[in-house]
């Protein structure tokens, strides 16, 4: 399996930014970011697929957040603007062997993940 480390969580206000990093020990074709809020089910984010650059994005986020990889670093990135107090919680990348448009945002198509790096957000 392939390792993943995220990093750059911490506390904004409501409308401010953060980029988060996600480093893999290898190249992963289809990679994806998850939200967890306190006591709430883990749901999808954004998905990419590294080869063809091809992106996936939660409704409540399309707009305000980009899903981008590095392949020379081996790192996927998530630029989130305009931050909500909704959007706080911990975040998590993962990697999966396959996705599909209508299947991407499901954990259990995940076979890799990270511990997480969390985000706050305060009005």
């Known amino acids: 399996q392939v390792q993943l480390v995220e990093s750059g969580g911490g506390s904004v206000q409501a409308g401010g930014s953060l980029r988060l990093s996600c480093a893999t020990s290898r190249y992963t074709n289809f990679m994806g970011w998850f939200h967890q809020a306190p006591w709430r089910q883990r749901g999808g984010v954004a998905a990419?697929?590294?080869?063809?650059?091809?992106?996936y994005y939660d409704a409540s986020v399309k707009g305000r957040f980009t899903i981008s990889h590095d392949n020379a670093k081996n790192t996927m990135y998530l630029q989130m603007n305009s931050l909500k107090p909704e959007d706080t919680g911990m975040y998590y990348c993962a990697a999966a062997g396959r996705l599909f448009p209508d299947t991407w945002s499901i954990p259990n198509n995940y076979n890799s993940w990270g511990r997480g790096t969390q985000v706050t957000v305060s009005a």
């Open positions: 990419i697929v590294r080869s063809t650059n091809s992106t």
